[in-house]
């Protein structure tokens, strides 16, 4: 998608388009998390699906309000838009470590969104929250309530998605030597 986008919008736009995706799929996300849990599956992988088709259904939704909502400047999970501004000034600006600090954000927020709604598939197939994430993680965590999109987003955060964002990173560059 970057590169979709480094192609589509002007280096000054492209920053701020990378952000406001971010914060598209963080708004679409939590629109639908409270309906997300309302029907059951036999299986993670079909409840996935349908979890993604209700994604697109639900960013429709966003679509016209998205910028409202960005200057609103509410939280979304665990971020709101004003952490990046300076960013986006600064990379609008052609500071190549300011693109490369939204590029990394952009795929670290795309990999925690992931994982939620792979997370979320397994609850509503049948797998309570906390098992859910040891299956995901291969980390047993201590029982806790899990109630809210922050909540699941944090705890993936704790356990290593930045990690594996940062091993990933690293075998891009070793491939590119």
């Known amino acids: 998608m970057l590169n979709t986008w480094k192609n589509r919008y002007q280096s000054n736009e492209y920053p701020q388009k990378v952000v406001m995706n971010v914060f598209y799929r963080k708004y679409t996300i939590e629109k639908m998390w409270t309906t997300m849990f309302n029907q059951k599956y036999s299986d993670w992988q079909t409840a996935y699906q349908n979890l993604k088709l209700k994604y697109g259904q639900v960013s429709q939704e966003i679509v ?57 598939s ?19 965590i201590a029982d806790m309530p899990i109630n809210d999109y922050a909540t699941i987003e944090q705890i993936f955060d704790q356990l290593g998605a930045e990690q594996y964002l940062q091993t990933l990173f690293m075998k891009e560059l070793q491939n590119q030597l």
């Open 64 to 120: 016209p309000i998205l910028e409202r909502k960005l200057q609103s400047n509410g939280k979304v999970s665990t971020i709101q838009y004003s952490d990046f501004t300076t960013y986006i000034k600064s990379a609008a600006a052609g500071n190549q470590e300011a693109i490369k600090g939204i590029e990394y954000t952009y795929f670290l927020h795309r990999i925690f969104d992931e994982l939620v709604l792979i997370w979320a």
């Open 122 to 140: 397994m609850v509503v197939s049948g797998e309570n929250k906390i098992d859910a994430i040891a299956k995901i993680t291969r980390v047993i």
